[in-house]
Every structure is written in structure tokens, then in C-alpha cells.
T-cell receptor, first 113, second 114 residues
Framework: GAVVSQHPSWVICKSGTSVKIECRSLDFQATTMFWYRQFPKQSLMLMATSNEGSKATYEQGVEKDKFLINHASLTLSTLTVTSAHPEDSSFYIC?????????FGPGTRLTVL | AQSVAQPEDQVNVAEGNPLTVKCTYSVSGNPYLFWYVQYPNRGLQFLLKYITGDNLVKGSYGFEAEFNKSQTSFHLKKPSALVSDSALYFCAVRDHTGGFKTIFGAGTRLFVKA
């Protein structure tokens, strides 16, 4: 099967700093990746679609300047939370399609103090 | 717009009893439907999917789901629940117009009591 990894698995940062989260497809290439945000005991909310070689497509209500997405290669997409604040604390999950299915990363828990 | 609804926040069942986790959907065109399971602080694991064909879909860990077009439902079932099945379950619908954008239901927390 296809494997998607995320790094780091958890991160704690101070308010006002920026945090970068990586999403990698380990054994397949992904021209598209998806970034989700999950609040405690809630569902996954699609934030944006990351497109290799072009700009990301953001869902309504998601601040593109706040959540910077870069799809640098066919195996790597990064999400940078800029000037993080406590309300950005959440569980961030990426996914990538392969073999007509979606494969999800293990998630990154961000805590902003 | 596509959407899925999971009417139950939580389902409690005794070990060994059958379980059902409900899901209804609203889509234009033919639906691509999925069930995923999530354990604490983990990503999502694929359980099963319905694209076309038999209405009864069998998946991982003994789970199955029945696609009912007239009731627009895709309920997840298992004949005999295990304590280890306790987790958060998500029903999802995928955009079938060429992309892989997936919309998730709110999730249902399953508690299986020994």
C-alpha cells in the first residue's frame, strides 16, 4: 500500500512564531495532497488542496496568508502556520491520493502556548 | 454540494453484540462513499468504500457497510463487536468529478464495553 508520513508528529511553540509541518508520500508520487485540521472530538475540516508546481487551493474561510502551503516536489508538501496563536492549536492531517484511494498521514499535533 | 451526516455522536455496545454506525449522504450524481477509523492521536485508517456494484461492501477488521440508494444511507456494521473496535469512525464522500477532495461527516465515537 501507499504510505504517507508527517513530520513532526507533535510540536509546541510560542505564540507569534511560525511552524512548518511536512507531509511526504514515501513510496508513490502525489501531484495533489490535502491538508485537514481536526479540533478535539470533531471532524476533519478540509483546509486546502496542495498542487505540485502551482498554487494551493484554499477552502472558504481559510486564511491563505496564515496557512502557507508549498508543494515543492511530487513527494513533499509543507504547511507553515505563520505567526501562530493559541487558537491555531489543533491536529493537522495530510492525505494524498494513490491507487484510486486516499492515504492519510499520522497527523501532527500543534500546541501554541 | 456534497455532504454526509452521522446522526449519532456516540454509540455504545457490549462486546459480542452487533454494532451499527449510521451515515446518510447527499450528493449529486453517483456517490463515492467511504468509512475510516481513527484511534487517539492517530491518522485515519481506511475501512471500506463503495464505488459501484454490490450494495453490501466488506472491509477491514470484519466491518461491512450497506449502500442504500433509496434511503441515501451507508451504515457501517459488524456482526460481533470487540473492545478493540472502540474508536472514532468517520463516514466520507468523495468528489467524483475528477478530483479526490473528500468531505467527512462529524464522526461517531464507538464504545465497546467488555
Amino acid at each position: 500500500g501507499a504510505v504517507v508520513s508527517q513530520h513532526p508528529s507533535w510540536v509546541i511553540c510560542k505564540s507569534g512564531t511560525s511552524v512548518k509541518i511536512e507531509c511526504r508520500s514515501l513510496d508513490f508520487q502525489a501531484t495533489t495532497m490535502f491538508w485537514y485540521r481536526q479540533f478535539p472530538k470533531q471532524s476533519l475540516m478540509l483546509m486546502a488542496t496542495s498542487n505540485e508546481g502551482s498554487k494551493a487551493t484554499y477552502e472558504q474561510g481559510v486564511e491563505k496568508d496564515k496557512f502557507l502551503i508549498n508543494h515543492a516536489s511530487l513527494t513533499l508538501s509543507t504547511l507553515t502556520v505563520t505567526s501562530a496563536h493559541p487558537e491555531d492549536s489543533s491536529f493537522y492531517i495530510c492525505s494524498a491520493p494513490a491507487y484510486n484511494e486516499q492515504f492519510f498521514g499520522p497527523g501532527t499535533r500543534l500546541t501554541v502556548l | 454540494a456534497q455532504s454526509v451526516a452521522q446522526p449519532e455522536d456516540q454509540v455504545n455496545v457490549a462486546e459480542g453484540n452487533p454494532l451499527t454506525v449510521k451515515c446518510t449522504y447527499s450528493v449529486s450524481g453517483n456517490p463515492y462513499l467511504f468509512w475510516y477509523v481513527q484511534y487517539p492521536n492517530r491518522g485515519l485508517q481506511f475501512l471500506l468504500k463503495y464505488i459501484t456494484g454490490d450494495n453490501l461492501v466488506k472491509g477491514s477488521y470484519g466491518f461491512e457497510a450497506e449502500f442504500n440508494k433509496s434511503q441515501t444511507s451507508f451504515h457501517l456494521k459488524k456482526p460481533s463487536a470487540l473492545v478493540s473496535d472502540s474508536a472514532l469512525y468517520f463516514c466520507a464522500v468523495r468528489d467524483h468529478t475528477g478530483g479526490f477532495k473528500t468531505i467527512f461527516g462529524a464522526g461517531t465515537r464507538l464504545f465497546v464495553k467488555a
